[in-house]
């Protein structure tokens, strides 16, 4: 792994940081961040369990994402965690020593940088203080109680045009999401639906993307997964994608527009 971190908060933003210094069992919790005290802390990783170095005000990367906390661990694995889109999600890796983890520790509480994540693995999390739940959003308004009927009639609303797009984020299984987008062609009698679908197995997550013009096929579809936690039966059209490197494209997505204004 490259130790080049991205600098995100260049000048006196990156010389003003504000974090939270903790461990997994709670002796030490301190927003009296220095460099001498993250490093101790690795140090000490079999007694602490777990370091956390969180940033009071999140690193934004590009709208909807955002930085807020790196992780290091007993087993060597570190995280770097996110929030995307109203997701919680983290980048992690195994094998990491100690001087490593501290290296990068102290570069993100110093410059507000983040490693270089090529290659790591993503991860939906839910904060420790939640019960994971699933969640119904259309349209961009949120339904906190919802039942199955409520999601089935969210489909119905986009298939007559009444919606233009839902994302359903469920909890069986290995847990995951379905995002369904309606997209409206003058040239075409009917309407297409963009369908994204992720499951967040271990330890790569699953994906399929795709364009439907069968409703019926959308709604066989959603009700296989609701009911029999099922993937879609694969169709010629739709396409596997690499979960991990959606999601670090999200996140990094800065970098291309940073390049486009160079």
């Keep these: ?77 570190i995280a770097v965690c996110f929030r995307v889109n109203g ?58 109680y919802f039942d199955m009927a409520d999601v089935f009639c969210a489909l119905e609303n986009i298939i007559e045009g009444k919606s233009l797009w839902m994302l359903y984020d469920f909890t069986k299984g290995d847990g995951g999401y379905v995002n369904i987008r309606r997209r409206d062609n003058d ?13 967040w197995t271990e330890p790569s997550p699953i994906g399929f993307r795709g364009v439907v013009s069968d409703a019926g096929l959308l709604r066989s579809w959603l009700w296989s997964l609701i009911e029999g936690e099922r993937l879609p039966d694969p169709l010629s059209c739709w396409e596997e994608f690499d979960v991990n490197n959606h999601f670090e494209r999200l996140v990094f997505r800065f970098l291309d527009n940073d390049k486009n204004q160079e």
């Design 187 to 199: 040239a075409a009698p009917t309407a297409v639906y963009k369908v994204e679908y992720v499951r």
């Design 87 to 144: 997701y919680m999600l983290r980048m992690w890796r195994s094998d990491i020593d100690c001087d490593m983890a501290a290296d990068i520790m102290c570069n993100f509480f110093r410059t507000a940088s983040l490693p270089d994540m090529t290659g790591w693995h993503c991860q939906k999390i839910f904060p420790e203080q939640e019960t994971p739940e699933s969640k119904l959003c259309v349209d961009g308004e949120d339904f906190r």
């Design 1 to 77: 792994m490259s130790n080049e971190s991205r600098s995100i908060f260049p000048g006196i933003k990156a010389r003003k940081p504000q974090y939270v210094l903790g461990t997994e069992n709670g002796t030490r919790r301190t927003s009296n961040v220095t460099e001498e005290k993250i490093r101790d802390a690795i140090d000490d990783i079999e007694d602490n369990v777990a370091v956390y170095l969180e940033k009071c005000v999140p690193v934004v990367l590009v709208r909807y994402a955002e930085a807020y906390s790196i992780d290091y661990y007993k087993d060597g694995s």
